[in-house]
């Protein structure tokens, strides 16, 4: 029996940057944490000197080269770099101040050619506040050095207070420079780089659509328009010919009827549109070399757009059971928890399936990314294999149920 789970959403819970992770008040006695705070103030004029040093080389040199065709290339080499320097910070800042912030999540960078890329690294709010951080902060630290440099010999009674004010204000910098983006700021540059997706994958169906055509249904028709013509002229003085030639036209008639009813059901089959999954999965199914038990248990159909890209994942999932998996059996589950609408394939073939192994894989997961959608991959060596995969579930509206 396969096994229901929980949608867990395409985001991992999130812990709040800047939870309650302040260390006890401040005593005339030197603890670790009074220990720590000196040793990060100590280090504040080195590190805030390597880091000023960057910024001002790599971005006075960026946009002096602007006008040049290396200019903006390496502005977002500088940000990527300044990204690392945040990194680096961050971990400075968990280990001397306790501060727990966690990691801005990477720049996708799925699809869109090189200028795209290019923006979307130049738009990295990440790296430009990792940059304004490092470049405020020289006069910071030597500020912080020299007073705490001067407290251990002159006021080494207060030294814990002191270290204490100036390592709070140090607290306040990194979370409001280095902390992660806002959610909107976040989601903006997600469902930027989803929209190279989606508009990639689009193209990329049109020119398969184009090329199915021409290739067959147009090049059936055009044999058989030349067919019906040769019959027509042999039609009074060779009758038997003329049918035979007409008996081979029907025949490539049939065919490409028969390759036009195979591009429209891989554009949007009908028995999706007037049956629902049911129905439109168990039609795959059958077509499948393996036998494939389908369950689909939804309360109400969603969103059309939902449905099709539920649709087109199982077709493709069981295209990879038939050609690479080696299965003797196979199962398809689709059903509802929450807000989600969650698919499970599961086959007992081989295994050693992968997103980089050539099935597409990868495609699959992309497409589901690109509409906030989540696909897990699980296929050891030896088998089986199960794929998992989450669409957000809407209603036949179009508003998310």
């Known amino acids: 029996m396969t096994q229901r789970i929980p949608s867990p959403g395409t985001t991992a819970a999130r812990g709040a940057a800047g939870q309650d992770d302040r260390p006890p008040p401040a005593r005339l006695a030197y603890d670790r944490h009074t220990w720590k705070e000196i040793a990060h103030l100590l280090a504040n004029l080195p590190v805030a000197l390597l880091g000023f040093t960057y910024v001002v080389t790599v971005f006075s040199t960026g946009f002096g080269l602007t006008v040049t065709v290396i200019g ?43 200028v795209q890329r290019l923006w979307m690294q130049l738009k990295d709010p990440v ?147 007037d049956r629902g999954l049911d129905a439109a999965l168990s039609s795959v199914a059958s077509r499948c070399t393996v036998p494939v038990k389908v369950t689909v248990d939804l309360p109400e159909r969603p969103a059309a757009a939902i449905e099709g890209i539920a649709y087109f994942t199982v077709s493709e999932l069981l295209q990879n059971v038939s050609k690479h998996s080696r299965a003797r059996s196979a199962s398809v589950d689709v059903w509802r928890t929450d807000t989600r609408l969650l698919i499970q394939v599961w086959d007992d073939g081989q295994g050693g399936a992968s997103l980089d192994g050539g099935t597409g894989m990868k495609g699959l997961a992309e497409r589901l990314d690109a509409v906030d959608g989540l696909f897990v991959l699980e296929s050891p060596e030896g088998g089986p294999t199960t794929v998992t995969a989450e669409l957000p579930w809407r209603d036949r509206s179009g508003a998310a149920g």
């Open 72 to 114: 903006f290339p390496l502005l977002a080499a500088g940000l990527v770099g300044a990204r690392q320097l945040g990194k680096l910070e961050r971990a400075r800042a968990r280990a001397l101040l306790g501060v727990r912030i966690e990691e801005p999540s990477r720049l996708r960078m799925r699809g869109g050619g090189f």
């Open 127 to 273: 790296g430009w506040r990792t940059a304004l951080y490092e470049f405020i902060r020289l006069p910071w630290g030597v500020l912080t050095f020299t007073v705490t440099l001067a407290s251990l010999f002159v006021l080494w009674p207060v030294l814990p207070f002191i270290a204490r004010g100036l390592t709070n204000a140090d607290r306040a910098m990194v979370r409001a420079l280095l902390s992660p983006s806002d959610e909107l700021e976040r989601r903006i540059a997600e469902l930027e780089s989803d929209r190279g997706v989606v508009v990639d994958t689009a193209a990329a169906d049109l020119r398969r659509i184009e090329r199915d055509l021409h290739d067959g249904a147009q090049a059936r028709l055009v044999n058989l328009a030349m067919g019906l013509g040769l019959a027509k002229e042999k039609v009074l003085e060779d009758p038997d010919a003329a049918a035979a030639m007409v008996e081979e036209a029907h025949g490539e008639v049939k065919l490409a009827l028969q390759e036009l009813r195979d591009l429209a059901r891989g554009i949007h089959p009908a028995v999706l549109t």
